[in-house]
């Protein structure tokens, strides 16, 4: 499986963003998907995560309320919407996949995107 992140760009404060990550292979509905963003001079951080079946997702507390996480296992893509942005959110933002169940440390995933940059202004 690869993995493609796109969808973002400079928005301003309050304003909404899609972010899509589009998954090549046939494996893909075996893998646990997770957003992370890396802001500068900052570590990598869980932002957002999706179990294999997408019955089950977990988020930061600090994006909580204001993303959503969503995947569609026939089109292979896995979807962060964001809205309410703030300046706090800028970042590069990652897809990745794993094929185990705890979402929150980056070390255990497997496969990541490339990244898209969200830039939010005030």
């Known amino acids: 499986v690869q993995l493609q992140a796109s969808g973002g760009g400079p928005v301003q404060a309050g304003d909404s963003l899609r972010l899509s990550c589009a998954a090549s292979?046939?494996?893909?509905?075996?893998?646990?998907m997770g957003w992370f963003r890396q802001a500068p001079g900052k570590e990598r951080e869980f932002a957002a995560g999706v179990s294999w079946n997408g019955r089950s997702t977990y988020y930061a507390d600090s994006v909580k309320g204001r993303f959503t996480i969503s995947r569609d296992n026939t089109e292979n893509t896995v979807d962060l919407q964001m809205n309410s942005l703030n300046p706090e959110d800028t970042a590069v933002y990652y897809c990745?996949?794993?094929?185990?169940?705890?979402?929150?440390?980056?070390?255990?995933?497997?496969?990541w995107g490339q990244g898209t940059q969200v830039t939010v202004s005030s």
């Open positions: 292979g046939r494996t893909f509905g075996r893998y646990a």
């Open positions: 990745a996949a794993q094929r185990g169940n705890d979402y929150w440390r980056a070390f255990l995933y497997d496969l």
